[in-house]
């Protein structure tokens, strides 16, 4: 019997940016806030905190902000988790820190900021390896058909395929690349690679994140 052995290797490059034109604005004042909530609570409850502040939005509305840290990167790691998790892991910004908002901070600061939400998002929402794993395991059989298939005019198809892509913050598959093949069809080759294009790995905080997948077929 043909048997199909699938490995996977895994390689991450992520980013964090939001196509929404919200979370690409440098906040000027008050009147970036969505949500009521979100204005009743800076003005009444946030002003009024102590320094190590920080105050976040996602272009959902969701919100959160937090006070009372010992520094400002702690303060930022925080309310950045707290408005992904109230946004149901929507792309969030900072806004504020300190009562100062982004457009009136440097550039230094700013630009420490930004790279804080790469981070976070890369460390605490990008894809799983068991995730990536279990959208593959919902192909495996629709692949091993087409290899079983050519089998029949070529007995000898055997080893490795390596391929490499991008998957977008939908979930989407771009700029997918057949690295390396053993198999030496070019026909098998192809109709794996329109299989792998139409996959759909869910939504994602991580604006891309980049992956490299082998296949690995023998018959027995």
């Not at 009521?36 to 996602?58: D, P, R």
């Not at 079983?148 to 395929?161: D, N, Q, R, V, W």
């Given at each position: 019997m043909n048997k199909i052995y699938i490995l996977v290797y895994l390689v991450l490059l992520t980013g964090c940016s939001a196509s929404q034109k919200l979370l690409d604005e440098t906040a000027k004042d008050k009147?970036?806030?969505?949500?009521?909530?979100?204005?009743?609570?800076?003005?009444?409850?946030?002003?009024?905190?102590?320094?190590?502040?920080?105050?976040?939005?996602?272009y959902t509305g969701a919100w959160a902000w937090r006070a009372n840290f010992t520094s400002i990167e702690?303060?930022?790691?925080?309310?950045?988790?707290?408005?992904?998790?109230?946004?149901?892991?929507?792309?969030?910004?900072?806004?504020?820190?300190?009562?100062?908002?982004?457009?009136?901070?440097?550039?230094?600061?700013?630009?420490?900021?930004?790279?804080?939400?790469?981070?976070?998002?890369?460390?605490?929402?990008?894809?799983?390896?068991?995730?990536?794993?279990?959208?593959f395991d919902e192909i495996k059989k629709d692949i091993f058909v087409?290899?079983?298939?050519?089998?029949?005019?070529?007995?000898?198809?055997?080893?490795?395929?390596?391929?490499?892509?991008?998957?977008?913050?939908?979930?989407?598959?771009?700029?997918l690349e057949l690295i390396r093949s053993e198999l030496g069809v070019s026909s098998l080759e192809e109709k794996i690679l329109s299989v792998v294009s139409d996959l759909d790995f869910g939504t994602s905080v991580i604006n891309s994140e980049e992956i490299t997948y082998t296949f690995t077929f023998f018959p027995e």
């Open positions: 009147t970036i806030l969505i949500s009521k909530s979100a204005l009743e609570s800076y003005e009444k409850k946030y002003i009024e905190k102590s320094e190590n502040k920080a105050f976040a939005q996602s702690h303060a930022v790691k925080a309310v950045y988790l707290d408005c992904l998790k109230n946004s149901n892991y929507k792309p969030c910004k900072i806004v504020n820190i300190n009562g100062e908002w982004t457009s009136g901070l440097s550039s230094e600061i700013v630009a420490n900021v930004n790279l804080s939400e790469v981070e976070l998002a890369r460390e605490h929402f990008k894809r799983q390896p068991e995730e990536i794993r279990k959208v087409l290899y079983l298939e050519e089998l029949k005019s070529h007995p000898t198809a055997k080893g490795k395929l390596n391929i490499k892509f991008l998957v977008m913050s939908d979930g989407t598959v771009k700029n």
